[in-house]
């Protein structure tokens, strides 16, 4: 209701403004009318006489006259002034998804090392196929092909688009999943030349084998998944990760595997540039000049954010109140991945923070952790 007030209150306050800047229009025209009356270029000093034509050139102008075009040009400039940029943080959901899902890889790497250790058992075909690239360059391939093949039978991993794509469930194509790679694999694949041509290079002659390769690869990562109830495409991705730093790091370890934050979208639409001319010194004093740009920056400092405010709609996301505690997700792999029944995590629990709880607080801990995309276990 008090949102509501505001939006009225600022509504009512920019009706007034539009009123007042076309009276005032109407004022500066008939000004300018009787000025031109009464203006005799001829009679006056020549300098004087070219500054008041550049004047009037400047009132005759076409946007002088639209009067349209210079009510709106003010009321936008209104509009920016009246923005308050509120402080604090905001929550960035997109970024809170790939941290629940960064810290459940952790725990997954940290209390099930021996699950992560199967994914070896793979790293004859990542070699085969991806040949030493860069971690990068490995996981925008493995990317393109993954959507190539099956861009034509099922809507199966992220998307780059302004949408919430990536946040989408597709666990519910998994029962699809592997047929299909085993179908692919029988069939006639030259329709993915291009894309295999554009990641391996022109050079490339083994297309099919690399498609192969690539088919083989994938139907055992998901066998793996299902194996261990880690059925999310986004688990997938993190599996070429650990792949490439197997073959070309010296891991020995499981627990020196490096878990990165997914590279999704974040909050931030336009980065900060600020550019002026450098320092004068026969023109201005250091005084002067640094008064002068700290002037100019506060502006452009200002422009930006209120812009900012704009493009990210900042009014329809929540404030950030707290840190996010992303420890329960310990509990998450106890149950998905090492089959723990709820009574033996309410147990471990209470021996860690001596806290009596019951299985309402797990239920509602998963419930937000399938909000999040994680795999919770049935």
């Avoid at 002034?81 to 997109?94: A, Y």
């Avoid at 039978?153 to 699809?176: A, E, V």
């Avoid at 390769?213 to 261990?228: Q, R, Y």
């Avoid at 109140?321 to 106890?334: A, C, E």
């Amino acid at each position: 209701m008090a949102k509501k007030s505001k939006n009225n209150e600022i509504k009512h306050k920019r009706d007034r403004k539009e009123v007042e800047l076309r009276d005032e229009f109407q004022q500066m025209i008939k000004v300018f009318e009787k000025e031109s009356e009464d203006l005799n270029f001829d009679s006056l000093p020549i300098n004087e006489g070219e500054k008041t034509f550049e004047k009037a050139e400047k009132y005759v102008s076409d946007e002088i006259f639209n009067e349209e075009k210079w009510i709106e040009q003010r009321l936008k400039k209104f509009d920016e002034e009246q923005i308050k940029v509120p402080s604090g943080k905001f929550k960035d959901h997109l970024v809170v998804y790939a941290q629940y899902q960064k810290h459940f890889i952790e725990e997954v790497r940290n209390l099930c090392p021996e699950v992560i250790e199967e994914l070896k058992q793979f790293i004859p075909q990542f070699k085969s196929l991806f040949n030493n690239p860069t971690a990068f360059k490995c996981q925008e391939i493995f990317y393109n092909l993954r959507q190539e093949i099956t861009k034509d039978y099922l809507f199966f991993g992220r998307s780059f688009t302004n949408d919430d794509s990536d946040l989408r469930d597709y666990s519910f194509y998994w029962g699809k999943y592997e047929p299909l790679l085993n179908q692919l694999k029988q069939n006639n694949l030259g329709n993915l030349e291009q894309t295999i041509t554009k990641a391996f290079g022109e050079t490339t002659e083994e297309k099919e084998l690399i498609i192969a390769n690539f088919i083989d690869l994938m139907i055992g990562l998901v066998v793996w998944a299902k194996k261990h109830n880690l059925e999310k495409d986004w688990i997938i991705e993190y599996c070429i990760s650990f792949l490439w730093q197997f073959s070309y790091n010296d891991i020995t370890n499981i627990k020196d595997l490096v878990v990165n934050l997914r590279d999704i979208r974040s909050m931030e639409i336009t980065p900060f540039e600020f550019r002026e001319r450098g320092w004068r010194a026969g023109e201005e004093t250091k005084q002067e000049y640094e008064d002068r740009l700290k002037v100019i920056f506060q502006d452009k400092l200002r422009k930006y954010f209120d812009s900012e405010y704009r493009n990210l709609n900042l009014p329809e996301k929540t404030k950030a109140t707290r840190p996010i505690d992303y420890s329960r997700v310990k509990w998450l792999v106890r149950w998905t991945v090492q089959g723990w029944i709820r009574k033996k995590i309410l147990d471990e629990i209470y021996n860690e923070t001596g806290q009596s709880s019951d299985e309402s607080l797990i239920f509602k801990t998963f419930k937000v952790f399938r909000e999040h995309n994680l795999p919770v276990r049935n």
